[in-house]
């Protein structure tokens, strides 16, 4: 049996006492934490300007976008993007956007400490992002 459950707006107390009751039976629970063209779009749309290009790029150009591709005129950093990155899924997390353990859709690539020379974006997630964008860059 299969059994999907959407709770909108959820007052504290239901969401409490559902969230103990699902964890009561964890070994049955499959959580789906699939990414979805809504799931992909609401993840872009609450990005910030610059990381939603990096988004972008990565998903146009077949999952990875190097840095100097992404330097442009006078603004040559790209530090702190990786943050935002970082930040929308975890507020995804807190806001019920989607559940927890949901795969990082990009990553940045690089030696370490701080240094990015790319961001890389799973293979299999670049068409579900891919048409996320466009088909929110073709309603407005």
């Known amino acids: 049996m299969k059994i999907t459950v959407t709770v909108e707006d959820p007052t504290n107390d239901f969401q409490e006492r559902l969230l103990a009751l699902l964890a009561e039976h964890t070994g049955q629970v499959h959580t789906d934490t699939t990414w979805t063209k809504e799931r992909a779009s609401r993840y872009y749309l609450a990005l910030p300007a610059r990381a939603q290009r990096i988004v972008k790029e990565a ?3 077949k999952g990875y976008v190097s840095a100097d591709d992404l330097r442009d005129g006078e603004d ?6 990786s943050a935002a990155l970082k ?3 975890d507020r995804g997390v807190r806001e019920g956007w989607w559940p927890d353990g ?7 690539q690089g030696p370490g400490f701080g240094k990015v020379v790319g961001y890389r974006m799973p293979d299999h997630l670049t068409a579900t992002f891919r048409m996320a964008i466009n088909n929110w860059s073709r309603d407005w």
């Open 87 to 89: 930040r929308i899924l």
């Open 59 to 61: 998903a146009d150009r």
């Open 76 to 81: 040559t950093s790209l530090r702190g993007h």
């Open 102 to 108: 949901m795969e990082p859709p990009i990553q940045a």
